[in-house]
T-cell receptor
Framework: DAGVIQSPRHEVTEMGQEVTLRCKPI?????LFWYRQTMMRGLELLIY????????DSGMPEDRFSAKMPNASFSTLKIQPSEPRDSAVYFC?????????????FGPGTRLTVL | GNSVTQMEGPVTLSEEAFLTINCTYT??????LFWYVQYPGEGLQLLLK?????DKGSNKGFEATYRKETTSFHLEKGSVQVSDSAVYFC????????????FGPGTRLSVLP
């Protein structure tokens, strides 16, 4: 299996622009997670889906952030408008099930820089 | 709420030294415990896990034992290599449906030749 695929790997944009990050989970996995990693705050869970349905979005920082999962093989995280404080590495992860012992498999991440 | 505490880094060791990275947790229920590793420029990878008390997870020479009485899951390796240089994250998952999956702040390990 190719693992979790994220695109783009790097994104540089200007403040106010819309940014869309993409994720393809591992085939057969039913849960998908979006994380943000910064030096100051570490790894933060933004939102997760189970069977394409958002279960918990309490980690989404504000209304500028939105996430969708239109089908089992694709998810997007959108920031509109972007701000410099959104600069971070964004990770997507997927897991086979939703049990507490299930392993999350991470993608390589998207490094976002907002100027 | 649930939380994970790890020893402050960075940790710098010489090759073949013994490694311990401490991890303690707070949880309201009975969590599963994980160690993830992040190599430079990459995403996190599962290193090992344990799902019940006294279980020992092991992989690539690393091991950790789930100690419910001390709420700990310390990571150990008998002889580190330069290739072990990475950031190590302790994490817990308490509930089904991925809820309360909490990561520690990470501990950066540098192994010198």
């Amino acid at each position: 299996d190719a693992g979790v695929i994220q695109s783009p790997r790097h994104e540089v944009t200007e403040m106010g622009q819309e940014v869309t990050l993409r994720c393809k989970p591992i085939s057969g996995h039913n849960s998908l997670f979006w994380y943000r990693q910064t030096m100051m705050r570490g790894l933060e869970l933004l939102i997760y889906f189970n069977n394409n349905v958002p279960i918990d979005d309490s980690g989404m920082p504000e209304d500028r952030f939105s996430a969708k999962m239109p089908n089992a093989s694709f998810s997007t995280l959108k920031i509109q408008p972007s701000e410099p404080r959104d600069s971070a590495v964004y990770f997507c992860a997927s897991s086979f099930g939703a049990a507490r012992g299930d392993t999350q498999y991470f993608g390589p991440g998207t490094r976002l820089t907002v100027l | 709420g649930n939380s994970v505490t790890q020893m402050e880094g960075p940790v710098t060791l010489s090759e073949e030294a013994f490694l311990t990275i401490n991890c303690t947790y707070t949880a309201t229920g009975y969590p599963s415990l994980f160690w993830y590793v992040q190599y430079p420029g990459e995403g996190l990878q599962l290193l090992l896990k344990a799902t019940k008390a006294d279980d020992k997870g092991s992989n690539k020479g690393f091991e950790a034992t789930y100690r419910k009485e001390t709420t700990s899951f310390h990571l150990e390796k008998g002889s580190v290599q330069v290739s072990d240089s990475a950031v190590y994250f302790c994490a817990l998952s308490e509930d089904n449906y991925g809820q309360n999956f909490v990561f520690g702040p990470g501990t950066r390990l540098s192994v010198l030749p």
